[in-house]
């Protein structure tokens, strides 16, 4: 497919109608068109999909009656094309001509003139249809309703700056592999090629990038030095101490970034075993591990049922990074304003809980499980996180003391955007007599 916006339009088709993820979607999309529109097709995608709960209610207005379900990829390009009109620096003309010559490839010659029309009424009508969409808290946003009102709920004061965060673009971080140099250290082959970094106040290991850059290219990627990793998901090494001699079990474990920083922090461990339910996820893990020249245990196993892949000896540190709503990192993947639901969110909840109570009596006594997740949400935190102590008199909260983050009555809550950080949460549990 040669037309960008084209391209464009299929991938939030899929996204939006098929619930399939960007992350999936892109590669293979990024590698059917030329380079030099690799950047632009990705702008679009993105950008779409991030704007989809604000662009489809001014698609809606200008429309005396839906599209059929067949017509789909002409939603999503009339979508590409209002995003284009009112967040790219695109030129208007050019904007609604190119979309307009996508209809072709979509094999869709008759909506020329409903795609010309739908965008040009947009131009002359932009201020006007802004006013009247953004009466609604869901386009003036950009988020699915039932978020909106369940951040209102959780974070009265900050429901606001989250929603405003999860609109921005992502700053690109790495973490400097601490066995091969410091963050300051690294910096000066970094200024070397011109690209400014800066250390992260709440991470030691972090740098971040004033702009993103191919990380491949980047001085010493291919030899171990640095991982691409944001600040708020490297405190978990941190969190967890692991010790000289210990067993660790890093649950849940792709795409592997924290069990890497794991092992760069303490590289005289007796184990560290990874799993995740997921076999190409698990792939991912050993081409990390592999090229920061790192050794693990991995399994492609569930960890809610640790007797298919645990042999009986216990750990000092478990990491269980639960699967979670992701609702933390959605300014990194806007497709989660599309493909999670309101029903999902107690399905996650029971899920960890299973989880959690499974891979408890893996610790000794007097070892550290640290739970975490990419959420914002109580339900999937500091409530289940009271819930399991209530359960379970010999768990204990070591409080984590911070400058970073909201604390909650367990754990401690990073919302998106402080200090330019993902939304996290974390929380420490020992394991008492």
Avoid at 37 to 66: A, I, N, V, W
């Amino acid at each position: 497919m040669k037309n960008v916006r084209a391209l464009a339009a299929k991938t939030v088709q899929d996204v939006a109608y098929k619930g399939r993820s960007l992350s999936t979607l892109l590669p293979p999309a990024l590698e059917r068109c030329k380079p030099r529109d690799r950047g632009l097709l990705q702008e679009l995608c993105y950008g779409t999909l991030r704007y989809h709960f604000r662009l489809k209610p001014l698609l809606q207005q200008q429309m005396s009656k839906p599209l059929k379900a067949k017509d789909g990829d002409i939603e999503s390009l009339l979508l590409v094309g209002l995003y284009q009109l009112l967040y790219l620096r695109t030129p208007g003309h050019a904007a609604v001509s190119e979309t307009v010559s996508a209809v072709q490839e979509l094999k869709k010659g008759w909506a020329r003139g409903l795609v010309n029309g739908v965008l040009r009424n947009c131009q002359r009508n932009l201020d006007k249809l802004q006013t009247a969409v953004d009466a609604q808290y869901s386009s003036q946003y950009a988020h699915p309703e039932w978020l909106i009102e369940r951040l209102q709920q959780a974070w009265p004061e900050q429901w606001q700056a989250i929603l405003t965060a999860n609109n921005q673009h992502p700053p690109m971080t790495l973490r400097i592999n601490s066995q091969h140099l410091t963050p300051e250290a690294y910096q000066q082959p970094l200024l070397k090629q011109q690209i400014n970094a800066t250390p992260h106040p709440h991470s030691p290991t972090a740098l971040t990038l004033e702009k993103p850059q191919d990380v491949s290219q980047l001085p010493g990627f291919a030899d171990g030095w640095l991982s691409v990793q944001d600040s708020a998901a490297q405190l978990a090494a941190p969190l967890l101490d692991a010790q000289k001699g210990d067993r660790v079990l890093d649950a849940c474990a792709a795409p592997g970034g924290k069990s890497g920083h794991i092992l760069e922090q303490q590289p005289q461990l007796k184990t560290l075993v990874a799993i995740d339910c997921d076999a190409t996820r698990l792939i991912r893990i050993e081409e990390n591990l592999q090229r920061l020249k790192l050794n693990a245990t991995l399994h492609c196993a569930d960890a809610s049922e640790p007797s298919s892949w645990w042999n009986g000896e216990q750990f000092e540190r478990i990491l269980l990074d639960a699967p979670c709503s992701a609702t933390g990192v959605i300014r990194r993947h806007p497709d989660i304003k599309l493909l999670r639901k309101e029903s999902d969110i107690d399905e996650l909840v029971a899920l960890q809980q299973r989880i959690l109570e499974a891979l408890w009596p893996l610790l000794k006594v007097g070892g550290r499980l640290l739970y975490a997740t990419c959420s914002v949400l109580p339900d999937e935190n500091s409530d289940q996180l009271n819930r399991f102590l209530a359960n379970h008199p010999e768990a204990k909260e070591q409080t984590i003391t911070a400058e970073w983050g909201q604390p909650c009555n367990v754990g401690r809550q990073i919302l998106p955007g402080e200090t330019g950080m993902d939304g996290f949460y974390y929380a420490c549990l020992e394991k008492l007599a």
